[in-house]
């Protein structure tokens, strides 16, 4: 890693404007160290169930013609009830969802053409597909902390048993596009409820580099490499796009932070900046006046986000339109759209 | 992961096992940033997705 310790001083010495800012910039060498390891050991588990590639799907059946939302789970599909208007327009296109938001989506009626995952922790990214086996509310509080489902703060074991029975009412009509370094519990979760699974490599590293980790993965299993940018929002929107070709996508859910108001320990990253910093943690979160007049704020994770999407965005060859009405992700090459005015556009010619 | 990770270099020099102050402060910072980062890579200036090297790559 470069720089760690810039201008002579370690990062907890760093001023507080600043300070989330220089963590997040720091954050994808950061982030191949924290799921290189465990992604990979996933990546040999889940051999033997790999039948499809997630390049079939360009060739699947899913929404009408070359629009496509991409949805997330950030507060803003519940504060703007996005997913309620998205089935009052019948929206006729394409509709990809992080893991994370799968539950929202079933619950409000819209059953995804695909669901996104990639997280490879062991345990957690199960209970976004519903977890049949979760009798207690476990020791991790994960799920009931984050603002990402409210359900699951409400009654954590009742809110996973009905997400259980619609993950499988639905799953035979859901493809999901499973990143290899996926926990093996997600496979079989996916695989029980009758969801087709289309498989690809995170890309972990530059392929054209010596000893490339990507290119090694590729060499055992011939799965295409996506660039995810971070987090599994991003990269469902990159499959949207670079894998299914759909030019014209909106966003919902894609928030990359907190309204203000939010409690900081329902935040994701809550008990690892307070391990880390302490009494100072609030140093570490970035604030944001945003275009809709309100003011929002993230981990440095989710400006790194922020920063990553407004790179990616300039390569992409699709239009892409923010309509999350809420959060942080907003700039050249991602404008802030109303979700009414996008459904309007491409209802009857997506 | 062995098997992805390989060094390509043999080191001439002895380890010192006392190390230097700075050298833990990295470490530790190594160590703490690790637990903030995000759920994939993400990989600055390459293609969206990489199809193997007798394929095109989309950009």
């Given at each position: 890693m470069e720089g760690t310790r810039e201008g002579g001083r370690p990062l907890s010495e760093?001023?507080?404007s600043d300070f989330g800012r220089q963590l997040a910039s720091r954050l994808g060498h950061a982030t191949f160290e924290r799921i290189a390891e465990l992604g990979l050991a996933n990546a040999d588990a889940n051999r033997p169930f790999i039948a499809h590639s997630v390049l079939e799907?360009?060739?699947?059946?899913?929404?009408?013609?070359?629009?496509?939302?991409?949805?997330?789970?950030?507060?803003?599909?519940?504060?703007?009830?996005?997913?309620?208007r998205i089935r009052a327009a019948r929206f006729p296109g394409t509709i990809v969802v992080a893991d994370g938001a799968l539950g929202a989506c079933l619950r409000a009626g819209v059953v995804p053409h695909v669901v996104v995952s990639v997280d490879p922790h062991a345990e957690r990214?199960?209970?976004?597909?519903?977890?049949?086996?979760?009798?207690?509310?476990?020791?991790?509080?994960?799920?009931r902390r984050q603002e990402m489902d409210p359900t699951m703060a409400a009654d954590e074991i009742a809110a996973n048993r009905a997400l259980v029975r619609l993950v499988d009412d639905a799953g035979p009509r859901i493809a999901a596009s499973l990143a290899t370094s996926v926990a093996p519990?997600?496979?079989?979760?996916?695989t029980k409820a009758g969801m087709p699974t289309y498989w690809w490599n995170p890309m972990y590293d530059d392929y054209e580099a010596p000893d490339s980790v990507s290119r090694r993965l590729y060499e055992t299993n011939a799965l295409p490499c996506l660039n995810g940018g971070g987090n599994v929002?991003?990269?469902a929107w990159v499959l949207a796009?670079?894998?299914l070709g759909r030019r014209r996508l909106a966003l919902v859910g894609i928030d990359f932070g907190y309204p203000a108001g939010t409690p900081y320990e329902r935040t994701q990253y809550y008990p690892e900046l307070r391990e880390l910093f302490g009494d100072d943690f609030?140093?570490?979160?970035?604030?944001?006046d945003t275009p809709l007049g309100e003011r929002w704020f993230c981990d440095p994770a989710y400006w790194w986000f922020r920063d990553v999407f407004l790179e990616m965005v300039h390569d992409a060859d699709a239009e892409t339109v923010n309509c999350t009405e809420g959060g942080i992700l907003f700039g050249d090459g991602v404008p802030m759209v109303p979700l009414d005015d996008f459904l309007a556009k491409t209802s009857g010619t997506a | 992961m062995t098997q992805y990770l390989r060094g390509n270099y043999k080191l001439d020099v002895k380890l010192d096992e006392a190390r230097d102050p700075a050298d833990t402060t990295d470490a530790f910072e190594r160590a703490a940033l690790a637990r903030l980062?995000?759920?994939i890579c993400f990989v600055s200036k390459k293609a969206f997705v990489w199809k193997g090297p007798e394929k095109a790559a989309d950009r």
């Open positions: 760093r001023a507080p799907l360009a060739d699947a059946p899913l929404g009408c013609g070359d629009a496509a939302i991409v949805v997330g789970a950030g507060p803003s599909l519940h504060r703007r009830k996005s997913l309620e990214m199960v209970r976004w597909f519903g977890d049949p086996d979760l009798a207690a509310p476990p020791a991790d509080d994960y799920f519990a997600v496979v079989g979760r996916c929002g991003t990269a796009h670079a894998v609030v140093r570490a979160y970035v604030h944001v | 980062g995000g759920s």
